[in-house]
Structures are given as structure tokens and as C-alpha cells.
């Protein structure tokens, strides 16, 4: 079984120019290097890595990798029962692929110096937890692991390790450069490590080339619990005393081929060569481009130089920024300066100490070289705080405080929370990022981490849930405003039906001049104080309008309906049935009401007592009073209570008769009784 990291990789491009990959880590010191790794194929799974440490040797530096596909949540590798979370801060390099499913490939690493140091060990029992309810496709998928280890008594020896920050498809070039000079006398060893390239017997193989020298196609499996061909190629060493050895199923000769990843290259490089290009070209390429694409994640190269070892360090001046902020650098020990982040941008990224500015939490990787033109790497880590994720939130009831705003952040982080209004004023703070009972308003949501502060400024929109409504008594036909709802003069009770309001105003208005005939404040409650009833005189088209709202007038919602009622152009009287004479000036006369006075020619009211004798005459003739009578509605004082001798009437029951004639020549009797109190 062969063990070792792969990465999957995809492109975009044909093109078939030499590519600069990333240069990793790169170091000179005497002792010997070994790595390998293993796949799952189906993301979760164990494995048993067995890799060579000389004894009396001590670590020098250790790496672990993985990479993961799509969006899996974190997760913790297993090694020998110590959980190793992947920190996705450590991220490498992120590539696609042709399977949509696959992408993003992203690499990460892990430094395991320390660990090693304390569990000093030569084999690895690793695991991948179960991931469940991920797309086909994602999960954390590779385990490799490489190990440079000091011992005074081996001879000097080189390492390189690049990763793959391309997408190529089908056809991948990669050039290797800034190397150590290459004493080709001795093995050059070059390990390869790949995911997902199938087997060779389906055509679904890479031809490999050094300087365009063929190695072999390459293809098949590395891989434990494997269910398929396509868990990738893996080159399985260790190299020391001048001396490679293979590990796994992997050979330590020229050439590669099936799922043996590692090659002896020295015959393929001049001496002192300091770069050589690498090529893998898909076996259907050009034509019938494979599904499964962009497959190689990692290369090594050991070897023996004639540079000697010298010491080199990177620094920063502080190791946790704020995002948009910038941070110095600094590097010693070479004459030639090369820094490298795939998230950064630099002032000058060829200075000892240059100004860097990372999007995200980085890894620095500067390439140090010196006057022999011998080469070395340094890494420094530079912790970029972040503002939250993402805010949301929920809508408000238009006129209540029901809305909210949620911060969606790592969990992990110790966020500190400051919502302001639109003016910048304070309302409230917390170290959750969720403030309820908002109402609608743009607010300012401040959050705090780490003496950085971050600014967005959200929206509460409101939902406007009030419906206008009302019904009328008698019944109005809404849907044919020209029939009549009956003839002037009328009394028409307006019923008010809104929801989710609690604040009215009516009005109405006579069409078509928009004649405002009733206006009436605003009022609360559904009650029948809310509701509308109005006594129309006069015929007409009138148009009902009632506005609705929730605690503010902007929560509003306005029904109008029309209602046509019939003009009468004939004479009505309203006679009440009790007056009271006591000279308080309330309801001291008889008083009729007279409705389309204009339409009259005479009027005559007699009063009579109960035995029959009449007490009290009243007039109204042509010339008169008639003329003067211009309201549509005129009250006319009949009787004070007083007899017409001139005494005061007694309490009782008296009988009227008023008689009437039109001008169209009717003459109308009516008989009644009102009666007296004092």
C-alpha cells in the first residue's frame, strides 16, 4: 500500500507555457528527508503510514497535510489518537477542477514539529472522521505527511516542496526554479502527489516528463479501503546518505509509471542545474479532454548540493493585524529577497523588509537568497482579524418594534457588539450580535474583535400589514356605484372592518367637484365611535374614503368606495314628538324640519288640546318666509307653548295638523301629537 498527500487540480487554459508553481519550502542541513500519505477515496477513512527516520536523528521540520473539496465544515485529523484540526488559515494554494462537484480544491497545512519532537515515531495511524451529509464530492480527502530530520553524522542534503497553485486541464506544466545548484553525481529524487487520476488501463492516465524526457504514465490508486482506481499517485521516500529509497510500492529508479510516483531524475538535469520543468498531459489530451482534471497537488525534490548550510530568519513587527492594515516584514541571511502570499499584495515583495498587506490570515513564505546563489525558505504566519461574516435581518411589523438584526461570525471568535442609529447614536450593546424589537430604520452595526473595529451599516425594512376596510348600512352595491343606495334625504351607517390597525380617519367627499362634506378626527379601537354614520340631504355621487393605520401614520392603508344616492325632489317633514317649554334654550319650541323647502307653495300648522279647541296657528305663504328658505333643510319654530291668548300651555298631549301644498299643485295633510313637558 502506498501512503501519501495528493491534491486534485483543475484549469481553464490550453496554454502551453512553462508555469512557475509555489514554492513551499526549501531548505540545505545534514540528515535526511522522508514522506508519504494516503488517500481515502471517499473522504473519511484510516490508514497505517509508514515512513524512515534514522535513528539518533532528531526533527528538524514537520509538516502534515490535507486537502478538502467543496465546502465541508472543519474537521480534525487523527494521528496516533492526537486530533490535529485543520486550521483553514493555513491554506496553501485553492485550484478548480473539472467536476463541478470537486471544486474548490484547497490545500492546507499543519506543522507537526513540535508534536514529532515529543512523540518521535516512524509511524502514523491516521484517521479522517465520518463526514456525513455532504454533497457527492466534498470532504477532506488526503493525508501526507513529510519529515526533514537532523543527524550530524549523514551528509548534506537539499529539499524542495512545491505545491500546484494552477488550473490546467489536461495538460499541466510546471516549472521548478531558485533550486539549490543539483550535484547529479548522486540520486536526484523527484516524488510526486496526486489525487483522483484513474487507472491507466482506461486511458485515463498521465504521460509524466522531465525536461521532455519521458518517465512513463502514470495512474491508479494510492489508496486505503480503495473502492476504485482514481485515488491518485503518490511517491513514497526517504533520502539520506546520499543514497534514495523507496517506500511503499515505489521504486527508486528513472522512471515512473502506474502508481509508482517517485523517480531517480539526475539523468535528466545537468549538473548544478538550478531549475527543470515537469509535465503531465493527460492520455486522451487534446481531444476527449477527461472528466477529472488538474490531478497533481504537490512535488519534492531531494538532493545533494554543494552549498553549504547558513542560517536565515523572518520576522514581523507584530503578528495580528486588522484587516486593510499593512504589517512589515523582515528577513535576514541571503543578499536576494523573493516574499510570496497568495493573499497579500506588497509595497515591494523583493525587499528584506517590505510593507505586506494580507486579505486574510497568511502564511509569508520568503525565498532567501545568498551570495553563493544557495537558496532558503522562512515562513512567517500573520493573523488577519476579520469583521464578521454576514448580517441579516428579519422585517418589522410597519408601526411596531418586531424587527432584528443577526451578525453571523465563527463561533469561536469573542466578538463585542455596538448597534447605532442612523445619526451614530448608541442604542445597545452585546457579545451576541442579535438585537431584537427594532423598528424600522437604517441602524449602524459596530463589531469589535481583537482592538479592531468594523462598521455596516442595515436596513430594517418594514411589512406593512394593514388592510382598509369598511361596509355600509344600508348595504352599498361597491360594484355598481350608478345604482342608487336609496333616495336624499338618507342616513347611511358606515362599518369599519380593517385588520391590523388600530387608528382611523374618515372622510367624505361629493364628486365631481372633490367637495369635502365630512372630515372627522382620527379615532382608536374598532369600536362604533370608529365607525362613520352620516344623514345625506341631497343626492348625489359621493366617495367614502377611510385610512387606516398601526400606531404611525406611515403604517397606512386607504380604502375609498362610491355611492350614488338618488335625489328627491319632493317635500318631506320631520316632526318630533315632545318639546319642553321651560326657558332653558333646550328644545323650548316645537320646531319642524323641513326637507326641499324650495319645492313648496304653503304651509299651515294648527295646535289643538285634547278637547278638541285649537290654541295655536302657524303660516307660511308665497312672498313670505317660503322665498327666504334657501338650505335644502330648514327648521321652522311652530309653537312655543303658549296658548293664543297668550298663558302658557299645561303639560299634556296636544294633536297637530300640518297641511302643505307643492308647486306642482300637491296638497299633503299630516295628523300627529307632540307632547308638552316642563
Known amino acids: 500500500m502506498r501512503f501519501l498527500l495528493i491534491i486534485v487540480i483543475i484549469v481553464g487554459s490550453f496554454s502551453i507555457k512553462s508555469f512557475s508553481q509555489t514554492l513551499f519550502y526549501q531548505d540545505v542541513f545534514y540528515g535526511g528527508v522522508t514522506a508519504g500519505g494516503f488517500s481515502t477515496e471517499q473522504g473519511s477513512g484510516a490508514g497505517v503510514l509508514n515512513l524512515y527516520i534514522e535513528p539518533g536523528s532528531t526533527i528538524r521540520k514537520a509538516y502534515l497535510f490535507s486537502y478538502r473539496a467543496g465546502f465541508p465544515s472543519n474537521s480534525s485529523l487523527i494521528v496516533n489518537g492526537v486530533p490535529f484540526l485543520i486550521d483553514t488559515t493555513n491554506i496553501l494554494m485553492s485550484v478548480s477542477h473539472a467536476n463541478s462537484n470537486f471544486t474548490p480544491i484547497n490545500l492546507y497545512y499543519e506543522d507537526i514539529t513540535t508534536y514529532l519532537t515529543n512523540n518521535f515515531t516512524n509511524t502514523f495511524n491516521i484517521t479522517i472522521p465520518n463526514q456525513t451529509g455532504l454533497p457527492i464530492g466534498w470532504g477532506w480527502s488526503t493525508v501526507f505527511i513529510f519529515i526533514e530530520y537532523n543527524n550530524s553524522a549523514l551528509p548534506k542534503i537539499a529539499t524542495s516542496l512545491w505545491v500546484n497553485d494552477k488550473n490546467f486541464v489536461g495538460n499541466e506544466f510546471y516549472n521548478y526554479y531558485n533550486l539549490m545548484p543539483i550535484d547529479n553525481s548522486n540520486p536526484v529524487s523527484f516524488s510526486l502527489y496526486s489525487d483522483r487520476t484513474v487507472d491507466t488501463i482506461f486511458s485515463e492516465g498521465y504521460h509524466s516528463y522531465i525536461n521532455s524526457n519521458l518517465l512513463g504514465v502514470i495512474g491508479g490508486s494510492d489508496a486505503v479501503n480503495s473502492l476504485w482506481s482514481g485515488a491518485g499517485v503518490k511517491g513514497h521516500f526517504y533520502y539520506q546518505n546520499n543514497m534514495l529509497f523507496g517506500l511503499d510500492d515505489d521504486t527508486p529508479d528513472s522512471l515512473m509509471g502506474g502508481s509508482d510516483g517517485l523517480a531517480d531524475i539526475k539523468s535528466y538535469i545537468n549538473n548544478n542545474d538550478t531549475s527543470f520543468d515537469f509535465q503531465l498531459t493527460h492520455q486522451k489530451y487534446p481531444n476527449n479532454l477527461p472528466g477529472r482534471t488538474n490531478v497533481n497537488l504537490a512535488e519534492i525534490i531531494t538532493y545533494t548540493t554543494p552549498c553549504d548550510t547558513f542560517s536565515t530568519t523572518a520576522t514581523a513587527l507584530q503578528d495580528t493585524i486588522c484587516l486593510d492594515n499593512s504589517v512589515q516584514l523582515n528577513a535576514t541571511g541571503g543578499s536576494i529577497y523573493n516574499w510570496y502570499s497568495p493573499f497579500s499584495t506588497f509595497n515591494d515583495s523583493t525587499l528584506a523588509n517590505p510593507m505586506a498587506s494580507p486579505l486574510q490570515t497568511t502564511t509569508y513564505i520568503v525565498t532567501i537568497k545568498n551570495d553563493s546563489g544557495c537558496a532558503k525558505t522562512e515562513h512567517v504566519k500573520i493573523w488577519v482579524t476579520q469583521p464578521i461574516d454576514s448580517i ?287
Not at 424587527?403 to 455596538?418: L, M, Q
Not at 450580535?433 to 462598521?455: A, D, K, M, R, S
Not at 401614520?553 to 386607504?558: E, I, N, R, V
Not at 320646531?591 to 319645492?599: K, M, P, R, T
Open 392 to 678: 441579516t435581518t428579519t422585517p418589522t411589523i410597519c408601526g411596531n418594534a418586531t424587527g432584528s438584526i443577526t451578525a453571523h461570525y465563527n463561533t469561536n471568535a469573542n466578538y463585542s457588539f455596538t448597534l447605532y442609529d442612523n445619526n451614530f447614536n448608541p442604542l445597545t450593546n452585546n457579545t451576541t450580535g442579535v438585537f431584537n424589537q427594532l423598528p424600522e430604520e437604517i441602524y449602524i452595526v459596530e463589531n469589535t474583535l481583537h482592538n479592531c473595529t468594523f462598521y455596516d451599516t442595515i436596513t430594517v425594512n418594514a411589512i406593512n400589514n394593514v388592510i382598509a376596510n369598511f361596509y355600509s348600512f344600508p348595504q352599498a352595491p361597491w360594484n355598481n356605484p350608478n345604482q342608487p343606495l336609496g333616495k336624499a334625504p338618507m342616513e347611511v351607517s358606515f362599518f369599519n372592518t380593517s385588520q391590523n390597525a388600530n387608528t382611523y380617519l374618515w372622510s367624505i367627499t361629493q364628486q365631481p367637484n372633490n367637495d369635502t362634506i365630512v372630515e372627522i378626527p382620527n379615532c382608536t379601537g374598532i369600536t362604533s365611535s370608529c365607525g362613520l354614520q352620516h344623514f345625506f340631504t341631497e343626492g348625489g355621487t359621493f366617495e367614502v374614503c377611510l385610512i387606516a393605520y398601526n400606531n404611525q401614520p406611515q403604517c397606512a392603508d386607504t380604502v375609498c368606495k362610491t355611492i350614488f344616492i338618488d335625489a328627491n325632489e319632493n317635500v318631506s317633514v320631520f316632526i318630533p314628538n315632545v318639546f319642553t317649554p321651560n326657558g332653558d334654550n333646550e328644545n323650548d319650541n316645537f320646531i319642524i324640519q323641513l326637507i326641499g323647502a324650495e319645492y313648496l307653495e304653503s304651509l299651515e300648522v294648527a295646535i289643538f288640546n285634547r278637547w278638541g279647541q285649537q290654541i295655536s296657528n302657524y303660516k307660511l305663504e308665497i312672498g313670505n318666509s317660503i322665498s327666504n328658505l334657501e338650505s335644502p333643510i330648514s327648521n321652522l319654530t311652530i309653537w312655543n307653548g303658549t296658548t293664543t291668548a297668550g298663558n302658557k300651555a299645561s303639560e299634556g298631549t296636544y294633536f297637530y295638523i300640518i297641511s302643505y301644498t307643492t308647486k306642482a299643485g300637491e296638497t299633503v295633510t299630516e295628523k300627529g301629537t307632540v307632547s308638552l313637558l316642563r
